[in-house]
Every structure is written in structure tokens, then in C-alpha cells.
């Protein structure tokens, strides 16, 4: 497809469990972002990849969450031991680069129960 | 810190009826400015942004924007709402050194038109 794809678009998990999220950024594009959309908080980032430069994982809130990226096309983020206030919807982006403009995903919305 | 504020959380307006959504940021240095709508279930769609150069931007689906350095605004314009302008609407942020796409959003403002 032409767009920024995620998977699953909805994802139900309990407390304590481990969940990855999945984005399909579009082809070319070098830079990549994970954001969170959460009642309590609004749009958070939470990393960024550039290329083969080590990924920016400044907004990451715990040691549970990571995120890689392989062969610098799709990433995956992963939340261990999930918590309740997990609960929010991931957002992916990706860009060829500032001037270029950036696409979002439909984000993957994530319950803990 | 670099913060952004969107001072309305909800507005209601009329179809037809202009509207201006508001936005400031708090920044030492010009960034980069942006206005995002978020439809219900959907992802973010950019609206316009502002890099440099001439402070009035235009964007799609009819929206425009004024940067104005002087109250570090940079407030969303549209001079008639159709009932599809329903949705979420988000200002952001990027300092003009990063060269990323890391924002820092505002908290949004929802828009609700009546027929």
C-alpha cells in the first residue's frame, strides 16, 4: 500500500502479559516514530529511528517498553509486562526526511485489562 | 521547557460559520509549526505547517494559518465550516534545529458543527 500500515489495529491484553505492535513504514522513508495517544497524557513521542543511527528513545516511560527496527523498514515496539495504564492508541509515522513531510498510521489501540 | 497550548478543548460552531482554532507554543528559537485533524478512529492528517518565510499558510481542505512570532501563535483559520471539519484538531511542534519530526502536541481542541 501507499501509507504508513500497523498491525494489529486492536489488541486486548492482561495485565502482566507482553504485547508487540507492528509498523509498516512506507518504503524509502529513512526516519520512523512511535507516538502514544492516551486519555491522560494526549500525543506523546516515544522513539525515533534514523536510519542506521542509534534510535532516539528519549520518550520511552519505562524499561518495559523497546522498539527496534530491522533492516531500516519495519519496527516493532514491545511493551513487557503490561501495565493499565498501558492503555492507549501507538501511533507510527515515517519520513524520507524534515522537508519531506510525514505520514502517520491508524495507530494500533491497545486494551490491558 | 517547550510546550504548546491549545486553549480551547471544545468548540462548537454552525455550518458556515468561520472558525479560528488557537494555538501557542512556548519556545526560545522560531520553530517548526504544524496543525493536525484526527477524524473519530482515524490516524493524524496533516493540515499545514510552517517552516519559514511568508507567516500566512495554506493548507488543505480549505484551512489556513497565520504564524505570528510576536505572540508566539499560530492559530488555524477557516472561513466556512463544513459538517465533514468535525473532528480533532491538533497544533504542534518542532524546534527548528532538530531536523526530526519529534513534536510535541498540544492537547487538542474538538470541533463539533451543527447543522
Known amino acids: 500500500g501507499a501509507g504508513v500500515s500497523q498491525s494489529p489495529s486492536n489488541k486486548v491484553t492482561e495485565k502482566g502479559k507482553d504485547v508487540e505492535l507492528r509498523c509498516d513504514p512506507i518504503?524509502?522513508?529513512?526516519?520512523l516514530y512511535w507516538y502514544r495517544q492516551s486519555l491522560g497524557q494526549g500525543l506523546e513521542f516515544l522513539i525515533y529511528?534514523?536510519?542506521?543511527?542509534?534510535?532516539?528513545k528519549s520518550g520511552l516511560p519505562s524499561d518495559r517498553f523497546s522498539a527496534e527496527r530491522t533492516g531500516g523498514s519495519v519496527s516493532t515496539l514491545t511493551i513487557q509486562r503490561t501495565q493499565q495504564e498501558d492503555s492507549a492508541v501507538y501511533l507510527c509515522?515515517?519520513?524520507?526526511?524534515?522537508?519531506?513531510?510525514?505520514?502517520f498510521g491508524p495507530g494500533t489501540r491497545l486494551t490491558v485489562l | 521547557a517547550q510546550s504548546v497550548t491549545q486553549p480551547d478543548i471544545h468548540i462548537t460552531v454552525s455550518e458556515g460559520a468561520s472558525l479560528e482554532l488557537r494555538c501557542n507554543y512556548s519556545?526560545?528559537?522560531?520553530?517548526?509549526l504544524f496543525w493536525y485533524v484526527q477524524s473519530p478512529g482515524q490516524g493524524l492528517q496533516l493540515l499545514l505547517k510552517?517552516?519559514?518565510?511568508?507567516?500566512l499558510v495554506q493548507g488543505i481542505k480549505g484551512f489556513e494559518a497565520e504564524f505570528k512570532r510576536s505572540q508566539s501563535s499560530f492559530n488555524l483559520r477557516k472561513p466556512s465550516v463544513h459538517w465533514s471539519d468535525a473532528a480533532e484538531y491538533f497544533c504542534?511542534?518542532?524546534?527548528?534545529?532538530?531536523?526530526?519530526?519529534?513534536?510535541?502536541f498540544g492537547t487538542g481542541t474538538r470541533l463539533k458543527v451543527l447543522a
Open positions: 519556545y526560545g528559537a522560531t520553530p517548526y
Open positions: 510552517y517552516f519559514s518565510g511568508d507567516t
Open positions: 504542534a511542534v518542532v524546534p527548528g534545529t532538530s531536523g526530526t519530526y519529534k513534536y510535541i
Open positions: 509515522a515515517s519520513s524520507p526526511g524534515l522537508a519531506g513531510g510525514d505520514l
Open positions: 518504503s524509502g522513508h529513512t526516519a
Open positions: 529511528f534514523q536510519g542506521n543511527s542509534a534510535p532516539d
